[in-house]
């Protein structure tokens, strides 16, 4: 099938690249000129395990094709996907004037009937503006419209999209459902289940998959600040609450909190959504409030160990918001930084693809080339970032640098016992051990 994709950002370029490996053509856009040159010299824009592979062979093979506009990506194909950003507003809304364009350009660009999908995340309700925008800039094109959302995760998106646990569809007829089963067979033929709504439905099971993945990250931070107090451990609690499967294992790791593009503006979205629908569902940010005391919590030990932070210097090791990215966008770590900043430390960071990015965020931010460089008079190491690299640290070799001995494990990711044997006062999160 012919389709369009519309915004080549994380979910946009890893979409295109996943129907091209499945046998699909697809013509790829995005109002960034900058990209566009990338994708045409073949590198992918960010970091995204696996994502340049098949970006070069979807390139080579010629499934994949870089287009100027709208209008250009959406010549003859059958469905246009639209991936383009739906940043919040200062009130949370989601703004979604990218959306109302992107449609409007599909519809003035169309020259047949076609499909038009969110693929954003976006608030229930948008297909019905979508599908009003098609429908009076080209009245005399048939238009499907469909929610499709996204579920896959930065840092293994590729495999994500490539083996979905089941795939959503809300749609607006019975032949937009039949357009989104063919797109879909490559997947479906191999047993990936195809679930089938209403587009509101759609719509909003998106906001309730995350704005739960979130409150399950919070709920276990909460239990956290208990166990500290009573001397248990939150890892053993979370296994224990995992092995029900009615809970599941899943996103009950305690730590700085989550951070990344997604959950934060999604809460805040559903949250003014459903203000607007007349219930003001109060836990949503709630969840916002549990997940900012988890970065304080963390910037309290860090202040307690240094016991005057004007000068002291901090290292921070792992700055994305998450490992097997290069993404920064609501890092817990620069969160971080930015209150120890705020209390006179100097601090410093390493990340294996983030610290540029970082340093464009927070200015003050020290770069190190490696995490022993960032410890290196350092009084106090804070684990930030999980990236595996970090579980082979030379403990030893850390405390010969390091100004005092100090480690707060923000990802329990460390070994405690390995940072104890080398003369380190080390602390993780939600346990003593
Ligand atoms: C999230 C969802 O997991 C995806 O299903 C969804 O498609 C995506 O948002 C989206 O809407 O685009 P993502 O933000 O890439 O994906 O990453 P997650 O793996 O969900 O992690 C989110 C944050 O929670 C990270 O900062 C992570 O460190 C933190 N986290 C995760 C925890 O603090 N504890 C956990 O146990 C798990």
Redesign the pocket.
């Known amino acids: 099938m012919k389709i369009a994709v519309v915004g080549a950002g994380h979910?946009g370029l890893v979409t295109a690249v996943t129907f091209a490996h499945v046998g699909h053509d697809v013509a790829v856009t995005d109002t960034d000129a900058e990209k566009l040159s990338m994708l045409r010299a073949g590198e992918c824009p960010f970091f995204e395990p696996g994502l340049q592979d098949l970006l070069t062979t979807s390139l080579e093979s010629g499934r994949v094709s870089v287009a100027d506009t709208v209008g250009e990506a959406v010549d003859g194909v059958e469905v246009a996907f639209v991936c383009v950003g739906t940043p919040p507003r200062a009130s949370g809304e989601a703004n979604l004037i990218a959306v109302e364009k992107s449609a409007q350009a599909i519809a003035e660009g169309a020259t047949g009937s076609l499909v038009v999908v969110e693929k954003s995340?976006v608030p229930a309700g948008t297909a019905g503006r979508v599908g009003a925008i098609l429908a009076k800039v080209a009245p005399d094109i048939g238009f499907g419209v469909a929610s499709n959302p996204?579920?896959?995760?930065?840092?293994s998106a590729v495999q994500d999209s490539l083996h979905p646990e089941r795939i959503l569809v809300g749609a607006d007829s019975p032949e937009a459902f039949d357009v989104m089963r063919r797109l879909y067979a490559p997947f479906t033929d191999e047993g990936v289940p195809l679930v089938e709504t209403d587009v509101a439905t759609a719509e909003l099971s998106k906001h309730a998959?995350?704005a739960f993945?979130a409150l399950k990250?919070s709920f276990i931070n909460a239990v956290a600040r208990v166990a500290e107090s009573v001397g248990a451990d939150v890892r053993d609690v979370a296994d224990l609450m995992g092995s029900d499967p009615r809970v599941g294992r899943g996103?009950?790791?305690a730590?700085l909190?989550?951070?990344?593009s997604?959950?934060h503006k999604?809460l805040l979205a559903f949250h003014h959504l459903s203000a607007q629908a007349g219930y003001d569902f109060r836990l949503l940010p709630e969840i916002i409030r549990l997940n900012e005391e988890s970065v304080a919590s963390v910037a309290k030990r860090v202040e307690d160990a240094l016991w005057n932070p004007e000068g002291k210097r901090v290292a921070l090791l792992g700055l994305a918001?998450?490992p097997g990215t290069d993404d920064i966008r609501f890092a817990?770590a620069l969160e971080l930084a930015r209150l120890l900043l705020a209390k006179g430390a100097a601090v410093v960071g390493y990340d294996p693809q983030a610290g540029a990015a970082a340093k464009a965020e927070v200015a003050e931010l020290e770069l190190a080339a490696d995490p022993y460089e960032a410890a290196a008079g350092a009084s106090c190491l804070v684990l930030c970032t999980e990236w595996e690299e970090f579980a082979g640290l030379d403990m030893p070799r850390l405390a010969s640098v390091m100004d005092e001995r100090s480690i707060v494990d923000g990802r329990n990711f460390l070994d405690g016992e390995a940072a104890r044997s080398a003369g380190f006062t080390y602390s993780g999160v939600g346990h003593s051990k």
């Not at 996204?150 to 840092?155: D, K, P, Q």
């Not at 909190?257 to 990344?260: D, E, L, R, W």
């Open positions: 979910v995340t996204e579920f896959l995760r930065e840092g998959v995350n993945l990250v996103m009950l790791n730590g909190g989550f951070g990344g997604c959950f999604d918001f998450k817990p």
